[in-house]
């Protein structure tokens, strides 16, 4: 008598449902009151957000970055409170650090070496010759720009003048 009853789901059932796999932008609905509403509305309205859409996208992806963030786990502190960081060097650049170590920092490890150059930023030096290197190569590209656009004016000029031809 009771083998063809319809299944009801229960209301409030304490097991969740198994959720079929979705597409990649899957849609999830939102339940604020009133207050809540204004105050997005208010966002959306200064033009802080186009929609209300793109506010709660924000508002979700901040949250899960900051929780993700806090969840992360800590690297392990020695007993002086120090970090332990792996730094990838070539072979030759590990002997000159080692090289270093030996004869002017009185035999102390590399990794000591390292640390000290890395807080008291002894390769700023480099750092700051890398840039002005950088800035130098970029203003040569521009002085090369120009003069490879007057030589194409002057080409222009010598054509219509009919010394040059194409």
């Not at 996208?57 to 970055?65: E, Y």
């Not at 750092?127 to 194409?152: C, H, I, S």
């Amino acid at each position: 008598m009771f083998d063809n009853a319809p299944e009801r789901k229960k209301k409030h059932a304490r097991v969740p449902e198994a959720v079929p796999e979705e597409s990649e932008d899957a849609r999830i609905a939102l339940r604020c009151n009133r207050k809540e509403l204004r105050l997005v509305d208010a966002f959306v309205t200064n033009g802080e957000f186009a929609t209300r859409s793109e506010l709660m996208r924000a508002a979700l992806h901040a949250f899960l970055r900051s929780h993700a963030l806090s969840t992360a786990p800590a690297p392990p502190v020695d007993a002086e409170g120090l970090v332990e960081v792996p730094v990838r060097l070539r072979p030759e650049e590990y002997a000159a650090f080692e090289t270093y170590a030996r004869h002017v920092a009185n035999g102390r490890p590399v990794r000591d070496i390292l640390a000290e150059i890395v807080r008291r930023g002894e390769l700023e030096l480099k750092v700051n010759e890398l840039v002005q290197r950088a800035r130098a190569t970029v203003r040569e590209a521009v002085e090369t720009r120009t003069q490879v656009g007057a030589l194409e004016e002057s080409g222009k000029d010598l054509e219509r003048k009919g010394v040059v031809g194409r």
